[in-house]
């Protein structure tokens, strides 16, 4: 491990099929007035949605709905959002739902009490909160983002075509989240394996970086083990206990900070990803899926060992007479496979996305610096028109 660093988080987790049961304890942690943010109405098909409301009034709660966050929550939305949160001055936000739902939930919780716009502040001058946090609480409904313990909010901005992530401290992760396995069951097969990629990628993001022999990379190779094992069975059966709960777990891990420890962290997939997300509003997992094949075997060459030891100790492959190139284009090439055999989207035409769109989508990706290979402009653009079929 190289680098100095602190770790801490404050998220409490109750995991399993009686999660939920955990609820009214943490509900006396705080006052009475309760903003439940949810969805297009999953909830309430599922019956969590009356679940959830018995919970709340038994616990003699003042419930505050905002209903209709939707995927990709846009900036227009976190306003409304700060407006009932404000006006009732809520106690507890409590996100019913997936990623969107939480993200959302904690824009909302740092942008009631801020005097500024929060969009300028939060997402476009990247500025830390100097003003009154309301806690938030999570009920998981999909698997994949880690905003369940972590300190993530993504917020579309259609008007201007950005689509930005601001990583918040530890004082607004979710105080508390319930992740019940069974609760993901109903989410349709193109979610789910959206939300298994995302998983995927978010581990990727964080293992291909550095040259030091780091335990965190070891970690994570356990953790891509398990969600490759697991994500086979789910897709044949849906309603398999073990494996999905194995990977929500596994979500969790892959994006709560702890493996990015030591780590310098790529993240370029991401920023491609989101920004094709601004221009074509396509599910967060899959806009990730249709770009990685065409940027990782870009940035093999310039990480060279670090996709052979990918190859061999994830995928698999076995070394013997081979060069390390391809022992790192096999390692690529079952990842391909794996990805297509559990029906992910491998193309951006299939987004939605057409040639004018490519020079503004390479503009909106922001340029990180910390993985193999920093890129320009015109290797994003290329990447790009590799991504078209
Ligand atoms: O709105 P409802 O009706 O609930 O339907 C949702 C939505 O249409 C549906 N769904 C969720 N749970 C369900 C269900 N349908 C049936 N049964 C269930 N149990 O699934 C659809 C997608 O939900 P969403 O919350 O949008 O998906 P996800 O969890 O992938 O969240 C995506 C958002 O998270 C951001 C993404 O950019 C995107 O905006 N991310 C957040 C991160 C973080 N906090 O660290 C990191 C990620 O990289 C990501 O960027
Ligand atoms: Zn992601």
């Not at 998981?140 to 300190?151: D, F, H, K």
Request: include cysteine.
């Amino acid at each position: 491990m190289l680098g100095d660093f602190s770790y801490c988080n404050p998220t409490r987790l109750y995991f399993g099929e009686n999660s939920l049961d955990n609820l009214s304890k943490e509900l006396a942690n705080y006052g009475n007035k309760i903003m439940l943010t949810y969805g297009g109405g999953s909830i309430k098909k599922s019956g969590l949605y009356d679940k959830v409301i018995a919970i709340l009034k038994e616990s003699g709660k003042e419930i505050f709905e905002d209903p209709g966050v939707m995927p990709n929550p846009t900036v227009e939305k976190l306003y409304e959002g700060c407006k009932i949160a404000k006006e009732n001055d809520v106690d507890l936000i409590l996100a019913v739902g997936g990623g969107s739902v939480c993200d959302y939930s904690k824009a909302v919780s740092v942008s009631a009490w801020c005097e500024e716009d929060p969009w300028d502040k939060y997402y476009l001058r990247m500025e830390d909160v100097d003003n009154r946090i309301i806690p938030v609480g999570c009920i998981l409904t999909m698997v994949g983002t880690g905003s369940e313990m972590n300190g993530g909010s993504v917020i579309t901005n259609h008007e201007s075509k950005l689509k930005i992530g601001h990583v918040f401290g530890d004082n607004v992760f979710p105080k508390f989240s319930i992740l019940n396995p069974v609760l993901t069951y109903t989410l349709p097969k193109y979610q789910m394996v959206a939300g298994f990629y995302d998983i995927m990628s978010h581990i990727l993001e964080q293992y291909f970086s550095g040259t030091d022999d780091n335990t965190s990379d070891y970690i994570m190779e356990g953790l891509l083990r398990s969600l490759i094992h697991s994500s086979e069975i789910a897709v044949n059966d849906p309603e398999n206990y073990e494996a999905r709960s194995n990977i929500m777990w596994t979500a969790t891990w892959a994006l709560n900070t702890l493996v990015a420890m030591g780590k310098t962290t790529d993240w370029m997939v991401h920023m491609i990803g989101q920004s094709i997300g601004a221009y074509t509003d396509a599910t967060h997992g899959m806009t990730l899926s249709a770009v990685s094949m065409a940027y990782y075997r870009y940035i093999m060459p310039y990480g060279l060992d670090k996709f052979k030891r990918y190859a061999v100790n994830v995928w698999n492959v076995s070394p013997e007479g081979k060069t390390d190139e391809e022992i790192a284009k096999e390692g690529l090439a079952r990842m391909e496979d794996w990805m297509k055999r559990i029906g992910l989207v491998m193309n951006i035409s299939e987004l939605g996305v057409t040639e004018d769109m490519l020079d503004g989508i390479a503009n909106g990706s922001f340029i990180m610096t910390g993985g193999y290979k920093t890129l320009n402009h015109d290797e994003i653009v290329n990447i790009l028109k590799a991504s078209m079929k």
